[in-house]
């Protein structure tokens, strides 16, 4: 089943990570029946997405997320249709991305532990990648002359270019004039016996290195490495960029997918406010209304006039 799987993975060009979550979700639920997951019936599998929803606190955790998608890719790879119909929908949450301010992304480049995790952020935010594309940066990747950075593996196999900044620039020649080894320029600090060793650095080793320099910049809000890439689209529409060129630096398939940022953008022509910001701008003439007047103390009429007129 799992060369079935990888095959069909590396055939239609999907990430490596979702052959391995895939099938680490689907060898679980082969240990808990003791059964290949395409001989699991369908009135047990329900049973077992029922044990998932009552350990969970919502269906749409992860953890039952995945072994719904797992089981929707095996029902179709082995054309097991009448299974694939009895597997339930799973509602999408529209939920808006986590944005860092200015102030933050600054505080937390200043927080990184070492000038590898300099770069690392450096890339996240100033060139909106993934944390896979990230990982997957190699120094022939590079372009300094022209300030481009060749993305190769992007997702669904797409590539692109997306500029460099002077300051990452910068920060890469720092960092490789340090113990730097491998083609890939973000790789790991040792290396492995093994020859089928991954040579790139950890997503999870990145992510703690995320957390860890929240932690020193007294960043509260809840930041991962695709924080830095929405951070970076919502700065870019900020600072005047149009939605299409964002579409097209961050690699999205669909303009849908992008036009999430004008949510949360702040752009100076659409910027939101509060009415209260606005509501005590309007002078007040107590003498116009008598009954207010007499039922508030002079001490509030006073502080009333004197704030707002």
């Known amino acids: 089943m799992y060369y079935r799987f990888e095959q069909s993975v590396v055939i239609t060009g999907r990430s490596t990570s979702l052959l391995q979550n895939y099938s680490f979700q689907l060898a679980k639920m082969a240990l808990h029946?003791?059964?290949?997951?395409?001989?699991?019936?369908?009135?047990?599998?329900?049973?077992?997405?029922y044990l998932l929803i009552k350990r969970q606190t919502t269906p749409s955790e992860s953890l039952f997320k995945f072994i719904v998608y797992s089981?929707?890719?095996?029902?179709?790879?082995?054309?097991?249709?009448?299974?694939?119909?009895?597997?339930?929908?799973l509602k999408r949450e529209k939920k808006l991305p986590v944005i860092l301010s200015?102030?933050?992304?600054?505080?937390?480049?200043?927080?990184a532990g070492s000038t590898k995790h300099r770069v690392l952020f450096l890339l996240l935010y100033g060139c909106g990648l993934r944390c896979e594309e990230a990982r997957s940066v190699k120094i022939n990747d590079l372009d300094f002359d022209r300030r481009m950075l060749h993305v190769r593996n992007g997702k669904g196999g797409k590539q692109r270019y997306v500029p460099l900044s002077q300051i990452?620039?910068?920060?890469?020649?720092?960092?490789?004039?340090?113990?730097?080894?491998g083609e890939y320029l973000l790789g790991r600090a040792y290396t492995y016996k093994r020859q089928d060793?991954?040579?790139?650095?950890?997503g999870r080793a990145g992510g703690l290195a995320i957390h860890n320099a929240c932690k020193r910049a007294a960043i509260k809000k809840r930041v991962s490495a695709?924080?830095?890439?929405?951070?970076?689209?919502?700065?870019?529409?900020?600072?005047g960029l149009d939605?299409?060129?964002?579409?097209?630096?961050?690699?999205?398939?669909?303009?849908?997918?992008?036009?999430?940022?004008l949510h949360v953008a702040q752009c100076d022509r659409?910027?939101?406010?509060?009415?209260?910001?606005?509501?005590?701008?309007?002078?007040?003439?107590?003498?116009?209304f008598p009954g207010l007047a007499s039922q508030i103390s002079p001490l509030q009429k006073n502080m009333f006039l004197a704030e707002y007129n």
Request: glycine share 2%.
């Open 270 to 288: 659409y910027r939101a406010f509060s009415p209260l910001d606005t509501l005590y701008r309007t002078r007040i003439h107590f003498s116009n």
């Open 197 to 202: 060793a991954d040579p790139r650095f950890s």
């Open 102 to 111: 200015r102030e933050e992304v600054i505080r937390l480049i200043a927080a």
């Open 33 to 49: 029946f003791n059964l290949v997951p395409t001989d699991v019936e369908t009135e047990d599998v329900n049973d077992y997405l």
């Open 168 to 181: 990452l620039m910068e920060a890469i020649v720092e960092y490789l004039r340090e113990d730097h080894r």
């Open 71 to 89: 089981l929707r890719y095996m029902y179709r790879l082995y054309g097991l249709e009448d299974k694939l119909i009895a597997l339930p929908k």
């Open 226 to 239: 695709h924080t830095l890439r929405h951070t970076y689209a919502t700065h870019l529409l900020e600072d």
């Open 243 to 261: 939605i299409v060129s964002i579409k097209e630096l961050l690699g999205h398939s669909n303009i849908e997918t992008t036009m999430l940022y």
